[in-house]
């Protein structure tokens, strides 16, 4: 049975211009080189610049793959949940986001998973690559995983680890790996994420 593998990466690291660190830099062509025997049918990028920075650094390692720009990978808050119905930190969070925001990005959420989240051609594999954000990842992570619309919230992403789902005709996706970072170097682990949830060693 074909199945479709959608592999979701958080760009590079980023400064606050939105440009990719020296790190973030680095990050990008060791995924680049991790990626570099996958089959892929395309890449897919957020417009942000830091997604479209990560997207050039990788396709240069794959020559021939469709490198393209996708709204529906922006970075968004991916649903609307009521916060008085959410853990504290996670009602915080959604609260600096309008309801007009929210709305949005509720929208762009299920029209990505309309368009990416989906089994392929039923003859053959297929693979593709989303670099995007953190949110929209765990977004669908948590839709991978049939979780509250809401329980994107604490799903975190380091920056340039790869998240792996398998869809397949006739049965639920499956979540193939999740935070990969395998290819990065110890000191290009982690950035992105919380440091009150990086493990000791780190």
Do not use: K
Request: glycine content about 8%; overall charge negative; aromatic content about 8%.
């Amino acid at each position: 049975m074909a199945s479709r593998f959608l592999y979701l990466l958080r760009h590079g690291e980023a400064a606050q211009d939105g440009s990719l660190t020296v790190s973030g830099e680095q990050q990008a062509h060791l995924t680049g080189e991790r990626l570099r025997g996958v089959p892929l049918a395309a890449i897919h990028h957020s417009p942000q610049a830091r997604a479209v920075r990560t997207a050039q650094i990788i396709g240069g390692y794959l020559p021939g793959v469709l490198v393209l720009e996708s709204v529906l990978i922006d970075d968004y808050i991916p649903s609307d949940p009521d916060p008085a119905e959410l853990p504290g930190p996670h009602a915080r969070l959604v609260e600096t986001y309008s309801r007009p925001e929210r709305s949005v990005g509720a929208g762009l959420a299920l029209e990505a998973l309309e368009r990416f989240a989906v089994a392929g051609p039923p003859d053959a594999d297929s693979h593709e690559l989303l670099i995007t954000h953190n949110f929209v990842i765990g977004w669908f992570v948590r839709d991978a995983l049939g979780a509250a619309d809401w329980r994107w919230l604490g799903l975190n992403q380091q920056n340039a680890a790869l998240t792996v789902i398998m869809y397949s005709h006739g049965m639920p996706p499956a979540l193939v790996s999740f935070n990969d970072a395998a290819h990065l170097t110890g000191p290009l682990r982690w950035t992105g994420f919380p440091a009150a949830l990086r493990p000791a060693t780190c």
